[in-house]
């Protein structure tokens, strides 16, 4: 998905992946993109000016060199930069015209569920040593296409709200997104979470209300994998929720050499700051902890883990976003344009990745997997008569890692 400027050269190729029902010169004039014509003539024109400069990686000065050149528009690179700072709003819509498009595939099913993962990554402005900007991404794993999208600043956190779901989702998040009063809407909306999490992420109690020892339930644990039932502590003020919200804590002990490795970043990140590392850091650095509404008869605690390890496929949808389309590249500082240049640059992103078809996938673990396929899901189950009631159309899953027919990455 590399993207390169002659890209814009085929742009009846371009235009025909566009959504036909989404009007591009009235979305453009209801958002106050396009208002009048004098340099720029039509909506089209202004789209196909921000996809040079935001798409293809040109400056202000050479997309209206370009443009020139191709007897599109005549203008100014002062002129440019308004009418795009204007167009942020609009180029929005057109990417989420693109991805509700793409959504609109049939997706794959294990058992009537589809498997979803959720992550966010940032962008930074020219100079910036942080996050300037965030990208949310909710992924579909049967896809392999980005399904929802939000662009926030600094100020937008990661959590799972993020994204919308439907019944019969799984959702896969890292240790950042367990937050106590995100959990609930998720089941609330049909759907089910595998969400990492840390010793201290969260308020875990026993399912009677009293204070759960995660310490203790760790050095109890005879196995290698095993769960326990827990119940969060949600921090809702006034009156609480009818129900508690009682969920399963996976629990896996790492290989030694993984816990070390653990461990040593550990060590590592706070000489940095000056500080000795707590205690209980280390200790739960030996060991993965996930948390998962799913039910424990469909679910046992191997297949859960196994399928937590698939949200590696969002890192390399970023890694894809990133490296090869030049996502982290932004060169403008004004959040306008900033926001212009990266909805621009996910527009032939998304396009370019869809002429070029799916590129291969890869373990970040560095592993050769390159003869598995990702993932393998069942055929799509959403037929009329499909039982769709929470839980209860699913099956022991006993054979379920072969069902994937997929070796995941060893690393969670």
């Known amino acids: 998905m590399m993207i390169r400027p002659e890209i814009l050269d085929h742009w ?9 029902d989404f009007d591009l010169e009235a979305t453009a004039r209801s958002r106050g993109a396009f208002t009048r014509k004098r340099e720029i003539k039509n909506a089209e024109t202004l789209l196909r000016l921000a996809l040079a400069y935001g798409g293809c990686g040109m400056s202000l000065r050479e997309t209206c060199a370009w443009a020139e050149a191709g007897g599109i528009a005549s203008l100014r690179d002062p002129s440019l930069l308004e009418r795009l700072c204007k167009a942020a709003p609009w180029l929005g819509d057109i990417v989420a015209a693109l991805i509700a498009e793409q959504a609109k595939v049939p997706a794959g099913r294990w058992a009537g569920y589809r498997l979803r993962a959720l992550d966010g990554t940032s962008v930074c402005r020219p100079g910036a040593d942080n996050t300037t900007w965030r990208l949310h991404v909710g992924y579909d794993l049967a896809t392999r296409q980005v ?16 994204i919308s779901y439907r019944p019969g989702d799984i959702v896969l998040a890292d240790r950042c997104y367990a937050r106590p009063r995100d959990l609930r809407p998720v089941m609330d909306a049909g759907a089910d979470f595998i969400v990492r999490t840390g010793w201290n992420s969260l308020r875990l109690l026993q399912p009677d209300g009293e204070l759960f020892d ?66 209980r850091s280390l200790e739960a650095a030996n060991y993965i902890l996930l948390l998962t509404s799913l039910p424990p008869d469909a679910f046992p605690p191997t297949d859960t883990l196994t399928l937590y390890r698939f949200r590696w496929q969002i890192e390399l949808a970023f890694k894809r976003f990133k490296s090869l389309a030049g996502l982290d590249a932004l060169p403008a500082i004004k959040p306008e344009l900033a926001q212009a240049w990266i909805y621009a640059r996910l527009i032939v992103a998304i396009i370019a990745e869809q002429i070029a078809g799916q ?34 159309r699913t099956a022991p899953l006993a054979n379920f890692p072969q069902r994937l027919q997929s070796n995941p990455s060893p690393c969670l």
Do not use: M, W, Y
């Not at 009846?12 to 036909?20: D, G, Q």
């Not at 399904?147 to 993020?162: F, I, K, S, W, Y």
């Not at 009818?242 to 290989?255: D, V």
């Not at 003869?371 to 209860?392: C, F, I, Q, Y």
């Open 214 to 279: 995660l310490f203790a339930a760790l050095s109890a644990q005879v196995e290698q994998e095993g769960e326990v039932q827990v119940r969060v502590d949600e921090a809702t003020k006034g009156a609480s929720p009818s129900e508690p919200l009682t969920l399963r804590l996976i629990i896996r002990r790492k290989e030694p050499g993984q816990a070390q490795a653990g461990q040593k970043r550990l060590l590592k990140d706070a000489s940095k700051r000056g500080k000795q590392p707590d205690p």
């Open 12 to 20: 009846p190729e371009v235009s025909a992946r566009f959504p036909a």
């Open 359 to 392: 590129v291969p996938d890869s373990s970040p673990s560095g592993l050769d997997n390159t003869t598995d396929k990702p993932v393998t899901l069942a055929p799509h189950e959403d037929s009329r008569g499909h039982d769709l009631r929470r839980h209860s």
């Open 147 to 162: 399904d929802q999208l939000e662009l926030t600043d600094v100020h937008g956190a990661e959590n799972l709200q993020r």
